[in-house]
């Protein structure tokens, strides 16, 4: 699956932006749909998560922030990113996975390019 970011610029501390990430499938034969970031010098972590069964997780850091969501009759998912702070400023990074086999087994995930999220103090 294709995956591609976009919704991401420079926004002051305290603000709001909505990431989208678009697929080349429809959301709902995905698997596992996740956020990421990763910081200047720092490894890449998980933002947020969403199974095909609807759960959602959320990184300590974020929760009650950002708001994961994503249209299953559709081929976008979303990360609403509320009361931003510097600490946020990153790339961000869209992630997916499926079943492959029959027998239920997921194939590796895949990553889109990323987009930008700065957030000035």
């Known amino acids: 699956v294709r995956l591609v970011e976009s919704g991401g610029g420079l926004v002051q501390a305290g603000g709001s932006l909505r990431l989208s990430c678009q697929a080349s499938?429809?959301?709902?034969?995905?698997?596992?749909v996740g956020w990421h970031r990763q910081a200047p010098g720092k490894s890449r972590e998980l933002v947020a998560t969403s199974t095909s069964s609807g759960q959602i997780t959320y990184a300590d850091s974020v929760k009650g922030r950002f708001t994961f969501s994503r249209d299953n009759a559709g081929n976008t998912v979303y990360l609403q990113m509320n009361s931003l702070k510097p600490e946020d400023t990153a790339v961000y990074y869209c992630s997916a996975d499926y079943v492959i086999s029959v027998e239920g087994a997921v194939g590796p995930p895949s990553w889109g390019p990323g987009t930008q999220v700065t957030v000035s103090s």
């Open positions: 499938m429809s959301i709902s034969g995905l698997n596992t």
